[in-house]
Structures are given as structure tokens and as C-alpha cells.
């Protein structure tokens, strides 16, 4: 498996088998803990524990012993579901669904004292049961914030014939809890700005700037992306005044969670799920991968973005860099750069009418390759799949985003190759993250195109990245 070309070694992953959501994600003390839903069993989707992670720099990991266990015959039965990580006046407490077949899903506590190696768990849940005057579609997923004095919880949710809702309660004890109705519900017969789904899973809601934010993954009996909401929050409600995609990448950036660091940061891990068949993934032995741990901030338009963290600079081994110089239309211009594992800088000039593109994991004679494309006509960057992998049962869709420049602003482009992973900073206000599996051993070259006219490269530096196991 350690073999396994589409395998990333920068982001963190399990050794092996199944990996979906972010959990739990908190600083305590000198260390950084990243729980995650894990199937020890094999890689899909099953009798879900809560794996464990720490590291001391957000970047290098180490493997602890899994944190959460079903219980036969609790309300965890047959999975612990995801949730978060609060200090309780200096006790770590673990609030989380637990998950009974065929649907009950109720809202579990557990607690540790040794240093988050073991957990204890509440002895019932500490909500029954939903709102009985609530037709739910799920009733999941856990963030909780302190709030004059008191604990506060959304729980995911969504209400039939309606849309998304995240339900808001409020506990003195975090295992009483009182509900205050709903903080938001969506509507799902609404398209535009963007269609909002009928459940949102994994809510996450903090204060930025001078507004409050309000994180959802949209579920309509699969997965479809995630999505950032900000507004003004008073009386128990949010009232968003903005909401859009959180991430490009639809499914590949899912189920986000953030941590507020005593630094003042604000860092978010989401999960990539892969983008082949479930064959080939079992095949494999691994599934999903965390993308790379990012600071949530607001952008130079006023939305919501996620970039980064300045650590990940400590994985850049030699640079290889691409003289300055211009890209005649018409044909490709390869660059002396090679690499599966890769950071890249890109900065240029797009042609003023045209496309200019980095092709990516390509093929000595381009015929396999991931391209990633900026449009000038109708402002919009492009990653482009369809000829990603040659072979090989995998996604081949194109993601989008609209980016306009402005007047003298030249495309700045971060890519994080990574194995099977694709992480895109588009001028630190736009992302997309995604999977790519090329079928080619040569496909690991680095080209430029410009199409309509000519284009201006400013810069285009390249770093080897180093692996993330300590």
C-alpha cells in the first residue's frame, strides 16, 4: 500500500480502510488532536469509530489508538457519527452522533481523563430524541460554542418539504439540554444563488469579522458540497446576507470543521472522498484523505475563504524554478518540472482574450493530463478531468469558479499535487480541491497553453514536498 502511486504523503490519512469526516478538532495544550470517522474493518463506509491523531505543528502526525468504539446495544450500536471536542473547564468532552439501524441517530457524550488516550461515555444520550413537532430527514452532526456563559449546539438537520435546518440548543452542563428551535432552515425549492439541499450535515458556526458564519455540507441522499453562509446572528437566528460554495471541488471538500487556535486563528481540515469506484477503492485498501489544514478568512471580495496554513512551507524541499517569459498561442510549452508530490507557484498575465492553462500529471505527449484553465472571456478558472486518467473507472467531471481580476491583476495560482489530490488557490479568495488518479507511470509533467493570444508568465516555481510521518 505504501507503494500506492494515487497515495498522498503530505495530507494526513489513515494507515489504511475507510476515512470520512473531520472530528473533534481542538488544541490542548502544547498539541494538536484531529479525530476522524474511521472503519477499521476495511475501506467503505461501516460500523464507524472515531479515529485519533495528534501532532505539534498542524503538519506532522502521529497515529494514536482510536478513540471511540460502538457500543453493542448502546445508542452508538452501530456507529459513532461525527461531532466535536470541547473543554469542559479543563475536561476534554467529545459530543457525537450515535448512530442505531435502521435511522436513530441521538447525540452521545464522553469524557477523558488521561490525556484524551481513553474515553469514557455518558451513560444515555444526552438528547433523547429530535423535536417532536419536527418531520426530520437526519438529525446529526455536532458544533458547540460558549455564549454568556452558557453552552450552545447546532445539531444538523433537515426538514421535510422544506430544506436544510440547523437546530440550536442550549445546555449549563452539556448533557441538559434545552432546544431553542431552529438557528436557520433552508429552503430547497430555492436554486438561486445556490441550491441549498435538503439536509445540511456537519453545521459549523463562529464569528468573523463583523459577521457570524454558518458552515453546511449539502446531503439530498448523497453528498454534494459544502457551503459558507455569512450574516448576522441576535434572538437565537442567523440571518445570512451572503452564501456560496465553500470550495470548487463540490464532494472532494466535504464536511469541514474549524478550531479556533489560542493564536487567533481559525484552522479547517475537510475530508476528500474519492473520486473512483468503490471496486477499485477496496482494491486499493484505502479511502478518503484530509485535505491540507487551512486558515478561514475573508477574502479582498468580502466572502468567505479558506488557504493555507503558513506551516505547510515547512514541506518544501528544492525549488525548481521556470524563467519569466511569454506563452505564444497554439502549442505547448513544457517546463523543466516533474513531480507527483509537488507545491507549485504560478503567476501570470491570461491573454486579454482567451484562455491561458497549466497542464498537470501530464503525459509526455499530453495525452493524459489534468488541466487547469483560466477562461479571460467569461472569468472563470477550470479543472478540468476529462483526460485525467486514460483508464481506470474514475471521475472525470470539470469543476468551476468564477474569478474576475481585477484591472492589472495577474492569475495567482498555489497547487498542492499530492498522489490522487489536487488542492487549488486561486488569488487567495477562490479554492478547489479534487482527485485525480492518471493511469501513466510518465504522466508527471508540467506544460503551459494559451489559446487567443498571447500570455505573460511572471513566475512559476515548483517545490518536491516532504512526507508529514513523524
Not at 495567482?412 to 488557490?425: A, M, Q
Amino acid at each position: 500500500m505504501l507503494n500506492d502511486c494515487h497515495r498522498p504523503r503530505y495530507h494526513f490519512l489513515p494507515p489504511a480502510n475507510w476515512m470520512n469526516d473531520p472530528n473533534g478538532l481542538i488544541q490542548w495544550g502544547d498539541t494538536f488532536h484531529l479525530f476522524y470517522q474511521y472503519n477499521p474493518a476495511g475501506p467503505f463506509h461501516r460500523n464507524i469509530h472515531w479515529g485519533h491523531a495528534t501532532s505539534r505543528d498542524l503538519i506532522h502526525w502521529q497515529h494514536q489508538p482510536i478513540a471511540l468504539a460502538p457500543t453493542p446495544d448502546g445508542p452508538d450500536a452501530d456507529g459513532c457519527w461525527s461531532g466535536c471536542a470541547v473543554d469542559d473547564h479543563g475536561t476534554p468532552t467529545l459530543i457525537y452522533t450515535g448512530f442505531r439501524l435502521p435511522e436513530t441517530q441521538q447525540p452521545c457524550l464522553a469524557v477523558s481523563y488521561d490525556g484524551m488516550v481513553t474515553w469514557q461515555k455518558w451513560p444515555q444520550p444526552i438528547i433523547s430524541a429530535p423535536p417532536p413537532d419536527l418531520d426530520l430527514l437526519g438529525f446529526r452532526d455536532h458544533t458547540i460554542w460558549r455564549e454568556a456563559g452558557c453552552w450552545h449546539m447546532l445539531i444538523g438537520a433537515g426538514i421535510r418539504g422544506q430544506g436544510g435546518a440547523a437546530l440550536h440548543y442550549s445546555s449549563h452542563d452539556l448533557r441538559h439540554w434545552k432546544y431553542e428551535g431552529p438557528l436557520l432552515v433552508g429552503d430547497a425549492g430555492q436554486f438561486e444563488p445556490i441550491w441549498t439541499g435538503t439536509l445540511w450535515e456537519c453545521p459549523d458556526f463562529f464569528a468573523l469579522g463583523d459577521d457570524h458564519v454558518l458552515i453546511c455540507s449539502v446531503w439530498d441522499q448523497r453528498p454534494y458540497y459544502t457551503i459558507a453562509m455569512q450574516g448576522s446572528y441576535g434572538d437565537s437566528r442567523f440571518t445570512p446576507h451572503t452564501i456560496h460554495k465553500l470550495d470548487a471541488g463540490d464532494v472532494h471538500f466535504y464536511a469541514p470543521q474549524t478550531a479556533l487556535l489560542r493564536d487567533g486563528r481559525r484552522i479547517m481540515f475537510g475530508w476528500a472522498m474519492e473520486g473512483r469506484s468503490e471496486a477499485v477503492t477496496r482494491a486499493a485498501g484505502w479511502a478518503g484523505v484530509m485535505s491540507l489544514p487551512r486558515e478561514v478568512k475573508l477574502a479582498s471580495d468580502g466572502s468567505l475563504v479558506t488557504i493555507p496554513i503558513a506551516e505547510v512551507e515547512r514541506l518544501r524541499g528544492v525549488a525548481t524554478q521556470a524563467a519569466p517569459g511569454y506563452v505564444s498561442p497554439g502549442a505547448l510549452q513544457w517546463m523543466a518540472i516533474q513531480g507527483a508530490h509537488l507545491e507549485l507557484e504560478f503567476i501570470a498575465h491570461p491573454p486579454a482574450s482567451g484562455s491561458l492553462s497549466i497542464w498537470l500529471r501530464a503525459s509526455p505527449d499530453g495525452s493524459e493530463a489534468t488541466i487547469l484553465r483560466y477562461d479571460t472571456d467569461t472569468d472563470t478558472l477550470t479543472l478540468d478531468r476529462s483526460r485525467s486518467a486514460l483508464a481506470g473507472e474514475v471521475w472525470r467531471d470539470s469543476h468551476h469558479c468564477l474569478l474576475p481580476l481585477t484591472v492589472g491583476e495577474p492569475l495567482h495560482l498555489r497547487i498542492f499535487l499530492d498522489g490522487s489530490l489536487i488542492e487549488v488557490f486561486a488569488n487567495q479568495r477562490r479554492s478547489i480541491t479534487s482527485r485525480i488518479y492518471p493511469s501513466r507511470p510518465d504522466s508527471l509533467g508540467v506544460a503551459l497553453l494559451a489559446e487567443g493570444g498571447r500570455a505573460e508568465v511572471v513566475a512559476l516555481r515548483a517545490w518536491e514536498m516532504a512526507g508529514i510521518w513523524e
